[in-house]
């Protein structure tokens, strides 16, 4: 099984170039986060035409998660739970063949002197609860997506500029330890010893050409995930073609 997570920076204005790729690389599954567009505006029509069973979570302008399959899949969540007030599209858990996936966006949490940034920290606490229920339940599952967290300093050109920054403050990054810690598997890192593996670049100040780009989109797994965990890559390609998400995808594959 092949399990890609992409960062589409709105799935309207970058549709050619997702529904291109995903003809191309067919993975099997594909987690889409930022698609900036109500549940109902996705363009599920699209995604259907190229085989994928379609299941959005949406908002008007900001955020939005999907969860495109090959195969049919069960909704389980659209929300992370922990904080019932919350309602920023942000999450989505499936059920597929005994395997619970989740395509999730974490919050920037920039700045980080705003509530912004409390609101990560709050988000990540309620991620490793739910992780940790789920672990305690012996359910397989990956955790795929945009994490807003750069893990370690090989893992951004340049580790002193954002020292401040919310993806690599010291209270982000001991939280996503902790996430790992719990037995989950961090899919790149566990077959990968590799710098500037990056996975975003920004628009601004010449980031892509000068390879200038952040590891922010990850795949966790439980054990029983870990133990099919055959290849994990991240494809540039997409990043450089004209109009381009500032994230490009990045693939698991699964023993079957």
């Not at 003809?23 to 699209?46: G, H």
Request: with cysteine.
């Amino acid at each position: 099984m092949r399990i890609a997570t992409w960062n589409v920076n709105s799935a309207k204005a970058r549709l050619p170039i997702v529904t291109e790729w995903l003809r191309s690389a067919a993975p099997d599954v594909a987690l889409l986060q930022e698609i900036k567009c109500e549940t109902a505006a996705f363009p599920a029509a699209v995604f259907e035409d190229l085989g994928y069973h379609v299941t959005a979570v949406g908002q008007k302008s900001y955020n939005g998660v999907a969860f495109l399959s090959k195969k049919p899949h069960e909704v389980v969540l659209t929300r992370l739970p922990g904080e019932e007030e919350d309602t920023q599209a942000r999450y989505v858990e499936v059920d597929m063949n005994g395997l619970r996936i989740a395509s999730l966006y974490l919050p920037n949490g920039n700045p980080v002197d705003t509530e912004k940034f409390a609101y990560k920290l709050r988000w990540m606490d309620r991620l490793y609860a739910h992780a940790a229920r789920l672990l305690a339940e012996e359910v397989p599952f990956v955790l795929g997506g945009d994490y807003n967290i750069i893990p370690e300093p090989r893992d951004v050109f340049d580790p002193k500029a954002f020292a401040n920054d919310a993806l690599f403050r010291p209270e982000s990054r001991a939280k996503f330890r902790a996430l790992v810690n719990l037995g989950l598997t961090e899919a790149y890192r566990a077959l990968h010893d590799d710098d500037h593996a990056y996975s975003f670049w920004d628009y601004q100040a010449g980031c892509w050409p000068r390879d200038k780009g952040l590891r922010i989109d990850h795949f966790l797994l439980s054990p029983q995930a870990a133990d099919r965990l055959a290849a994990c890559t991240i494809d540039r390609g997409p990043r450089g073609l004209e109009k381009a998400s500032d994230h490009t995808p990045v693939i698991v594959e699964l023993m079957d």
